[in-house]
């Protein structure tokens, strides 16, 4: 979100983006996150932050309120904040099961045999046109339902742990290659393996 928003802001401000950056962290501070149910500044400091806006709405809305200790004010903002992280993490542990159930819905379950040739994603490359697969490796032993160890092939006695999401199954390529045979008179396809 924080990247969005700082694109958005340098498109729209030209070389006078700094000069925004403040507004836009206290956006940031005070927008409720779908997550968690409460802005980033609720649960940091138990009360959203009292923008212009939301000063003049109190004002006109709620009556003054009376004047209350300095105890009775801590007392409720700790109960206040204790609250809202508790909320919070009833909202999260929901948004959670329910982000889960939507991406099991559409999920294609994958598993590797030991022995089975694969492709790994390279995680950094030197540059943009860089290959994104490296390979092929060998699966050497399954750790759990989702980390593998694999070989790479060229890498005497070298393995890796690797992520389930960054293997996929490395399929060999059938070639065609023509042989004379007879002297050069008939030629004849053949099929090969890589």
């Known amino acids: 979100m924080i990247k969005r928003m700082l694109k958005v802001l340098c498109l729209e401000s ?44 109190e004002h006109w ?30 909202t999260m542990t929901e948004t959670r099961a329910k982000r889960k159930t939507w991406y099991d819905k559409n ?33 050497e032993s399954k750790l759990s339902e989702t980390n593998y160890i694999v070989r790479m092939e060229g890498k005497k006695d070298k393995t890796q742990i690797y992520h389930i999401n960054l293997l996929k199954p490395y399929h060999q390529r059938l070639e065609r290659v023509n042989l004379p045979v007879n002297g050069g008179r008939k030629i004849r396809n053949v099929k090969r393996r890589n």
Not at 22 to 36: E, F, G, N, Q, Y
Not at 61 to 86: A, G, K, W
Not at 114 to 136: D, F, I, R, Y
């Open 107 to 139: 999920a294609v379950k994958r598993e590797f045999r030991v022995g089975e040739l694969v492709l790994v994603l390279a995680t950094s490359k030197p540059n943009k046109m860089a290959v994104q697969w490296t390979g092929p490796g060998v699966i």
């Open 61 to 90: 809305v709620r009556p003054q309120e009376e004047d209350s200790t300095v105890t009775e004010y801590i007392f409720d903002l700790i109960n206040r904040m204790r609250h809202c992280q508790e909320l919070a993490v009833t």
């Open 14 to 57: 030209g070389q006078d983006w700094e000069k925004n950056l403040p507004a836009t962290l206290l956006a940031l501070r005070t927008i409720t996150h779908d997550s968690t149910g409460f802005s980033p500044a609720e649960l940091v400091h138990g009360y959203n932050l009292r923008t212009p806006e939301v000063l003049l709405y």
